[in-house]
């Protein structure tokens, strides 16, 4: 007797396919989230995000290998989630840690009026704080659960990819630059996930489609998947666009930002028109307030040497195409542990200027404002991050009433330590150099005439300072710039030269790196010399820019290029290394910009420099311009529209020619579409005369005549070939008398939509898939 073999196997009443479906629903909303990237500057929420989705959704893929796809399954992860929310974000009032109390809400509470403030002054992309971090797990999370009911337990793939689109679409208008393709690719590559779980529903309920036989035309373009279709699509979004020159612009992001791209308020000069910059339209709108805010108040003490320097906000290291924009903020480390040391590390000043500042915010809720070079800040509650790659406070965003004490060692070089610090670059510093291959040959150009006879980077940057601030050279302080059709706003503003400080500080930036001096722009505040007792008050008024240049051996030093009359206590606050030249008039203002001095700088052709007239020339040909984009874009819609109808009407005059030869069969696949496109049922299964007996009981007898007449000449063509007479005139006439007959009997908007989507082309069959499965 032979003993019994054991053989390992799974219950049989578990089926693994609802769990995979979880799975991929999962999945795909773990990347769908990825686009959100472009809102925040670092990407620790992703882990705390999908650890959150997992709590949610992994319980419901491990109870569906046992029973049906219910919604008690998400309620039950849900539940989970609750309890790490709470452990992980508010433990702090909560009962052992993990259930929430009464206490615990309001610690919510607070959380969420951290978002408000950051979300009503914040502007994208921001640092995540720990509200931050709370609100997306909690929000996302509801994501995953939503796009698991719709797609596992509502069997509905495709439509679950409307939350992901919604998560895109945010992505794209908050922020002014593109999403990435990185992003897109990911976000692209969840919903072909979800489209997944639809085709593996129809698979393994209905089977394989079968083509019908009998049919002259080609079905290889129906037998393509959605699937596949999508996948072409993604990878045509992603390749094309390498091969069509275009303007970075961000056409969500401008229409829900009021369009603010244009030239009137340029923010990082790109080199094709560019785009204004977030931080830039901030730092604007503070600058265009009728009434100013009061933001904070600092009180200077131990009475230093000299007049303390601007505070910082933010530092904008990255120059692209698009202008400027924040780089990471690298090398942080939390304040009660920093050295606040530099990156890279400089030595230290003998001469620095020392003071202690207490900063109490009014109504500021942005980061910390800071003086550079810091010794010791104390004060600020929360988890706190110091950057030693741009010197700035990260991590947390300050509240009015909100007070913290911070101790400085302001570098004060001399003009001899600069001009003998040495021109190599650290090799941490490469990117700060970095600058497009397409830079117009006009900056380039101005910036060898201003320093290419200089030999050190001190030369090179008190040069470029002089040329902005120098009266003589007549830029002008405005907060408004005017348009021009040089095709670069950088270009257009030095032939204007006419700006507020983040035109002059974004300008000399970029050509401090062309000189080769490693290079970034800084956003602050200026102030008000103090008081007798060492206060001045920041206000929206005293929002400001300026440059930083490094130099070898000292660490980054500052530099504002901007016209003194643009700077409210600008005098006091002057860098004893790049002085500002005293107007010769009280109101500098008015001096005339055609007064140039110095060398020799060079026009661009075509650019506007000619007043008035080049400018209404502009603007007459913009205005020629939108509408013919206008009309070339609906022309295009309208093409795009008839493409259905232009197919289906080749197909026809292609089966009429053919049935001249000869052959019925055409005029009966021609048929065949037609009450397709008119909805009425035709099955392929049918014989001819099957088919000429049900229809023709809905239609009236002469017309039934014709279709009997035509089944009966196809079925000659099939089964006796060698007696058939050919398609004559007369089939064709019988055919438009039965195309006539079904059209009459339907309405006039289903005959519009047979004309205009004609339903034979082959989407026809999906929409019968759906149908089946809501049966």
């Known amino acids: 007797m032979t003993a019994p073999v054991n053989v390992s196997r799974r219950p049989a009443d578990m089926d693994l396919g609802n769990a995979r479906r979880t799975v991929r629903a999962l999945t795909a909303s773990a990347l769908g989230v990825l686009p959100l990237c472009e809102l925040f500057r670092d990407r620790g929420w992703i882990l705390d995000v999908w650890l959150a989705m997992l709590i949610a959704v992994g319980p419901a893929a491990l109870l569906r290998c046992w029973q049906r796809p219910r919604v008690l399954h998400t309620w039950l992860g849900l539940a989970l989630v609750v309890i790490w929310l709470t452990a ?3 433990p702090e009032h909560a009962r052992g840690g993990l259930l929430p109390t009464t206490a615990t809400w309001h610690d919510v509470s607070v959380l969420m009026g951290d978002v408000h403030d950051t979300t009503t002054n914040g502007v994208a992309p921001v640092h995540t704080t720990l509200a931050i971090k709370f609100v997306l797990a909690a929000m996302l999370v509801l994501l995953a659960a939503l796009v698991d009911l719709i797609a596992v337990v509502g069997r509905r793939g495709a439509l679950a990819g409307v939350p992901l689109l919604v998560v895109y679409t945010v992505s794209g208008a908050v922020p002014r630059h593109p999403v990435s393709w990185l992003f897109f690719i990911g976000a692209a590559a969840g919903f072909l996930l979800l489209l997944s779980v639809d085709a593996g529903d129809e698979l393994h309920g209905w089977g394989r489609i079968i083509p019908r036989t009998g049919d ?16 072409i699509a993604v990878i045509a979004a992603v390749v094309l666009p390498l091969f069509a020159p275009s303007r970075p612009a961000n056409l969500i992001a401008d229409a829900l930002h009021n369009g603010n791209s244009s030239a009137g308020g340029p923010g990082g000069f790109g080199t094709d028109g560019g785009v204004s910059l977030d931080p830039f339209d901030a730092l604007k709108g ?11 108040t600092v009180t200077i003490g131990g009475a230093p040497a000299a007049q303390p320097f601007y505070v910082r906000a933010n530092v904008l290291s990255n120059y692209s195409d698009t202008g400027w924009s924040p780089g990471r903020h690298g090398g942080p480390e939390s304040v009660p542990s920093s050295s606040f040391d530099m990156t890279p590390p400089a030595s230290p000043q003998d001469k620095a200027v020392t003071f202690t500042a207490r900063v ?10 800071v003086f550079g070079h810091p010794l010791s800040i104390t004060g600020l509650n929360g988890d706190v991050n110091w950057s ?6 990260i991590g947390t965003r300050v509240n009015s009433g909100q007070e913290f004490t911070e101790e400085v060692a302001q570098p004060a070089p001399s003009r001899e330590q600069l001009d003998s610090s040495p021109a190599n670059v650290p090799v941490e510093l490469t990117s700060a150099l970095r600058v497009p291959a397409n830079m117009p040959a006009f900056v380039s150009s101005l910036v060898g005439q201003l320093t290419g006879q200089l030999s050190t980077q001190y030369a090179k940057a008190r040069a470029l300072t002089d040329y902005f601030t120098n009266p003589a050279n007549g830029y002008r302080y405005s907060v408004t710039t005017k348009a021009g059709d040089s095709g670069s706003d950088l270009v257009d503003f030095l ?39 060492g206060t001045f008050t920041v206000t929206t008024n005293d929002a400001h820019a300026w440059v930083e240049a490094y130099f070898t051996g000292i660490g980054w030093i500052p530099f504002d290029p901007t016209p003194l009359v643009g700077i409210d206590g600008g005098v006091q606050a002057d860098l004893p290394w790049a002085p500002h030249a005293q107007p010769n008039s009280p109101n500098s203002r008015d001096i005339p910009s055609k007064s140039v001095s110095g060398p020799s700088i060079p026009v661009p052709s075509g650019s506007a420099s000619t007043g008035p007239a080049a400018a209404a020339a502009h603007s007459g040909r913009s205005s020629l311009i939108w509408p013919a984009v206008w009309v070339l874009g609906s022309l295009l819609v309208v093409l795009l529209a008839l493409l259905p109808a232009g197919t289906r009407w080749r197909r026809r005059r292609g089966r009429l020619r053919a049935a001249g030869g000869g052959d019925p069969d055409p005029l009966w696949a021609e048929l065949s579409d037609t009450a397709v496109d008119l909805g009425y049922v035709w099955s392929p299964a049918r014989s001819p005369r099957q088919v000429a007996g049900w229809l023709g009981r809905q239609v009236d007898a002469p017309t039934a005549q014709s279709l009997r007449t035509l089944a009966s000449a196809v079925e000659v063509a099939r089964y006796a070939p060698d007696d058939r007479p050919g398609a004559t005139t007369s089939l064709v006439e019988e055919l438009r008398t039965v195309e006539a007959r079904l059209r009459a009997e339907r309405s006039r908007a289903v005959r519009i939509g047979a004309r205009l989507l004609p339903a034979s082309l082959g989407w026809r069959r999906f929409r019968v898939a759906g149908r089946r499965r809501r049966r």
């Open 388 to 393: 030693r790659d741009d010197q700035l406070l």
């Open 286 to 296: 503070d600058l265009q307030r009728t009434k100013p805010v009061k933001l904070f």
């Open 495 to 533: 032939t204007h030269k006419s700006g507020f400080c983040q035109q002059y500080a974004a300008a000399m930036g970029i050509m401090l790196r062309i000189a080769g001096v490693p290079a970034r722009v800084v956003l602050g505040y200026t102030h008000p010399v103090p008081d007798a007792n």
């Open 216 to 231: 002259s035309r080609t079905s290889s373009g129906l037998s393509v998947s959605g699937s596949r279709i999508a996948v």
């Open 360 to 369: 109490h915010i009014s109504g500021l809720g942005d980061n910390p404002p």
């Open 88 to 90: 992980h974000y508010v």
